[in-house]
């Protein structure tokens, strides 16, 4: 298989994987749980457009969003600010208008009943008045680090209602077949436990000792 049947059945297989069934085996590749969406019950998968800004400058936004491929996830390095919102209404206008599938920030927006309202996807920390200025610093299409997770770009990235994982296209591929496994036994689970039986029952766990139910 090449690069590109790789990414392609990447992004097909894991549109139907949970962030949380990924978490039932692997630990690594996961943005810190603080980052999450705006809006609820959504669900994209995409390949990482990346760009870093510093401090408060966020001129590299408008040079991100339009080389951004339609479908692309722009994933946003805060680097040491804490403060700044870098992302509002008219960049999700933008990014819309770019056919961009979605934004992650490590950090902070601004206009949230704006960028609801248009529908776009954005996981970030939370909101803030404060925003950056156009200064023409920061890089576009570089190696990042968000939010405690190495991000390349091209990589893939899966982001829902429980939040953010990060992979390369093979590990992302592998993974969407092992959680697709443990999706499609959960229906069996509960429709067992519906009936009656215990989980220590359906998972072969003895009783612990002196436990009579």
Known sequence: MND??????????????????????????????????????????????????PGDDGGA???????ARPGD??????????RHA?????????ARAAGIAGVVVDGYVTDVGAIRAMGLPVWCRGRSPLTTKIRGGGTVGCEIHCAGVTVRPGDIVLADENGVYVASPHEALATAREALVIQAREPGIIARL??????????????????RR
């Open 4 to 53: 590109t049947q790789t990414i392609s059945e990447a992004l097909q297989l894991l549109a139907d994987v949970e962030t949380a069934t990924i978490g039932h085996f692997r630990s690594e590749g996961f943005m810190a749980p603080q980052v999450q969406c705006l809006i609820d019950d959504v669900r994209i998968v995409g390949r990482a457009h990346t760009v870093s800004l």
């Open 73 to 82: 996830i722009l994933v946003i390095e805060r680097l040491d600010d804490d």
């Open 61 to 67: 936004l408008s040079r991100a969003v339009s080389e």
């Open 86 to 94: 870098c992302w509002g209404a008219v960049m999700t206008a933008a």
């Open 194 to 211: 519906e009936a009656g039986e215990t989980l220590a029952a359906i998972y072969g766990q003895p009783p612990a000792a002196g436990d």
